[in-house]
């Protein structure tokens, strides 16, 4: 070709495989070296043997997981049988079945295919010994250390001859290092622990050991988010002492206190279990700081106050300086009230204070009272030794049905102090609670100058972990003036929901023309067993007695006997019962929630 040039000649060669590259195929050769796909394969898992680990079983496997894949194929399902037999008996194993026979089986001939798992599991693995051992410094370390390491080792949440599981033994060695890190050794750790499986014994003896660390002690308080108010008004709320060791329900108490403060919408604190100075470990106390305004409405029944609705207004920091105002009005069917109270921020040497002023109209046991009133209390912060004082002003007027109409007034001054010695101030287990106080209506202020005290206690103690038991005990007596000269929110009645149940709300007291009206003296006593189902619910059997009465030797309990439902809540257990009343004969449903104390 001598008529073509050599760089033209050069480029046809070159582009010449691509051209040739890039040209379409025929269908036909685009497809004959493509292996036809394999038919899609539809099954059936089956799994047969007792429960558990039957559901364990039919929910863990990978045939469960691959059952709806659109690609399955026969090949793929024999490969997913093979591995399920290895899977089942590990499973198996997870709850407690060392020794379980699996079988697995493929039926081809129906359709869609059937795959049979099945299961015979032999003897449950059981816990055999247990060996909790605490190491470090809390061995010597008393009565917080010991105590500490010594209920370690007495509530492991495993025991002989439970069934053994694998989530239940780690959960166990988890509680385990919690409850260590709940007293001042915040850096427990396990050091080592051993499930030792026997399957001819079908028992496995377990070992753990817990390095303590070193103990903690509270440092600095570091707040972080605050802006309208200063650092110094969430430190004031706490009654940490820098130096004093560490706790957890400590903590969780100043918490619960910022919390229930209104100030603030969200609250955490801690101390760094790494710190490198345990004996001064900085306390780290993040906030929220909740709305300024709040308005609050609700409609309610209860079995005391029957139907009704409530409306409250707050402002958390009326003046700019952390005073809080709450405005109440609360129309009920029996009882109207209006009031308005103000609250000021905790001082740094523990005080908080607050003032009231309101009127409260109430129409019970055909008794229509009136109360007007002003007051101030000054109480300490820490809920658990709590001094109360208290000054009141009462005008009173007390209208029972077919009696004469009663108008009185006090200067009321009163002292107080609570005890609580309980291990949850919301839902307690086991503890004690105890409530004294001392008052005079002074005379020359008052309608007739007289004295005043009252008691109030309850206790709480565990039968077993899943049994509680209570006891309450209440007392109080009017002195040096007739009933008629004392205003009527100083006197006593009782009976209703929270007192003696089986007998309608303040029922119990002075005959007076066709009412109830209060006594000079009351007591109440009650006793309680709650078996708890599960962690939220349980059932409750017990018995009430009480009475009001002008004089003690008026004082004839009425005795209130039944059984209830209880709920697990955060603010406290709710409670419904059924209460038969021996002196009405008749049943009575109540209901309440918190702990009203």
């Known amino acids: 070709m001598p008529g073509i040039p050599l760089l033209s000649l050069l480029f046809l060669v070159l582009c010449a495989p691509v051209a040739a590259q890039d040209a379409p195929r025929p269908a036909s ?8 796909a394999a038919p899609y394969v539809a099954y059936v898992l089956n799994v047969d043997g007792p429960n558990p680990p039957a559901d364990a079983i039919r929910t863990g496997l990978d045939l469960a997981r691959w059952q709806a894949d659109e690609e399955m194929t026969l090949d793929l399902l024999e490969r997913l049988a093979r591995d399920a037999l290895p899977q089942a008996r590990e499973i198996a194993a997870i709850e407690g079945f060392y020794d379980a026979a699996i079988r697995i089986a493929i039926d081809r001939e129906v359709s869609p295919i059937v795959v049979r798992v099945s299961v015979d599991t032999g003897p449950r693995t059981k816990v055999g010994t247990v060996a909790i051992e605490v190491t470090g410094p809390a061995t010597q370390d008393a009565p917080l250390g010991t105590d500490a390491a010594r209920e370690t080792r007495e509530r492991f949440a495993l025991e002989p001859g439970e069934a053994f599981r694998q989530e239940d033994w780690i959960g166990a060695k988890e509680d385990a290092v919690r409850r260590m890190r709940r007293s001042p050794y915040a850096a427990a750790r396990i050091a080592s622990s051993e499930a030792r499986v026997d399957p001819a014994r079908a028992l496995a003896d377990l070992a753990v050991t817990i390095d303590s660390g070193p103990p903690f002690r509270f440092g600095p308080i570091a707040v972080q988010g605050t802006k309208r108010y200063p650092p110094s008004l969430v430190e004031n709320f706490s009654t940490l002492e820098r130096g004093m060791p560490y706790t957890e329900s400590e903590l969780n108490t100043y918490v619960r206190r910022l919390a229930a403060s209104g100030y603030f919408a969200s609250v955490q604190a801690s101390i760094d279990p790494q710190s490198a100075n345990p004996d001064d470990a900085t306390v780290k106390v993040a906030v929220i700081e909740a709305p300024t305004h709040h308005v609050d409405g609700a409609i309610s029944f209860t079995t ?28 009920e069917a029996r009882q109207q009230l209006v009031g308005a109270a103000f609250a000021r921020p905790p001082t740094p040497s523990g005080w908080l204070d607050r003032y009231f002023v309101g009127a409260e109209r109430s129409d019970y046991q055909n008794t229509l009272q009136t109360t007007a009133g002003v007051g101030v209390e000054r109480r300490g912060l820490d809920e658990r030794n709590q001094p109360i004082f208290a000054a009141h002003y009462y005008y009173d007027r007390e209208e029972p049905q077919g009696a004469a109409v009663a108008s009185t007034y006090a200067l009321y001054l009163e002292a107080g102090y609570v005890l609580r010695r309980a291990d949850d101030l919301l839902s307690p287990k086991r503890g004690y609670m105890v409530e004294a106080r001392a008052g005079v209506g002074v005379p020359g202020a008052s309608t007739e100058g007289f004295g005043r005290a009252t008691v109030r206690s309850v206790a709480w103690y565990p039968i077993d972990r899943a049994t509680d038991l209570s006891f309450r005990a209440d007392a109080g007596g009017v002195f040096g003036a007739a009933r008629e000269r004392v205003p009527s929110r100083l006197l006593f009645r009782t009976g209703g929901d929270t007192t003696v149940r089986g007998y309608e709300f303040e029922s119990l007291g002075v005959p007076l023309g066709d009412a109830i009206v209060g006594g000079r003296y009351y007591a109440v006593a009650s006793v309680e067993v709650v078996r708890w189902i599960s962690e939220l ?11 009001a009465a002008d004089s003690l030797a008026d ?9 209830g439902a209880r709920i697990a809540t955060p603010i406290g257990p709710f409670r419904l019962d ?8 008749k049943w009575r449903l109540h209901f309440s929630v918190g702990l009203s104390f």
């Open 29 to 36: 050769d685009a497809t004959a070296d493509k292996p036809p």
């Open 304 to 331: 005391d106050t029957r139907y009704g609705g409530r409306v409250s207004y707050t402002n958390i920091n009326v003046d700019g300086a952390g005073t809080q105002m709450r405005l109440d009005l609360r129309l």
């Open 537 to 547: 619910w349980g059932i409750a059997a017990f018995v009430d007695a009480g009475d």
């Open 555 to 563: 004082l004839s309990p009425a005795v209130g006997a039944g059984i």
């Open 578 to 585: 059924l209460a038969y009343g021996e002196e009405t004969r």
